[in-house]
């Protein structure tokens, strides 16, 4: 392991989804083995499904510690025990939990302060950003953090910054994403339907 950057912590805040944890995860094993120590903010069970994982890390003797957070199901009408995106009942109820993964910062706050050392440093994933607030009071950097492949965010970027859909009639007429240098063509529906799964993995 790399000493050099033993003074530096961060903490990191992956999103209740799997497609989020396990990059966020992989991100935690990356930067312990530079010498950073990192602390994970996360739920009970969603800490289960890596501790395996991270017990790993931790024996190779990577600074990696989880910090558990009781998730509000019931104040926002979720089962009990429903910490995880794919445990939520039915698609209606996804506002739901989106809602209670923001009612952890008073809990983060807390907890926060009592951290030794004091983290220099948050990753957060872009679903939390009561965040931003835990980095302002605490006077420290946030990177924003989003696990979707960097083709799906420039196609995204690419036809948002063109207004190419101003020009679009109808949900079946395909278009071309500006700015690729081969053509890679989409129509209204596909297009929504991507955004849907990037945010939902």
Do not use: W
């Amino acid at each position: 392991m790399e000493e050099h950057a033993n003074d530096l912590h961060f903490a990191l805040f992956p999103f209740m989804a799997q497609g989020h944890m396990i990059p966020m995860i992989d991100t935690a094993r990356l930067l312990a083995q530079r010498g950073v120590i990192i602390t994970i903010f996360t739920t009970p069970l969603n800490a289960a499904r890596f501790e395996a994982t991270l017990a790993r890390a931790i024996e190779f003797g990577l600074q990696i510690q989880i910090l558990r957070l009781q998730f509000p199901c019931r104040d926002v009408g979720l089962p009990e025990g429903c910490e995880n995106l794919d445990m939520v009942p039915s698609l209606g109820l996804a506002p739901n939990f989106f809602k209670a993964a923001n009612m952890l910062q008073e809990q983060v706050e807390k907890l926060f302060g009592e951290i030794k050392p004091q983290p220099n440093c948050i990753i957060s994933d872009h679903c939390l950003p009561y965040t931003a607030h835990i980095a302002s009071k605490f006077n420290i950097p946030r990177i924003s953090f989003l696990g979707v492949g960097c083709f799906c965010l420039l196609c995204f970027n690419n036809i948002f910054s063109s207004k190419v859909f101003e020009s679009i009639t109808s949900e079946s007429e395909y278009f071309a994403v500006p700015g690729l240098p081969d053509n890679v063509e989409f129509n209204r529906q596909q297009h929504l339907e991507m955004g849907r799964l990037c945010l939902s993995c």
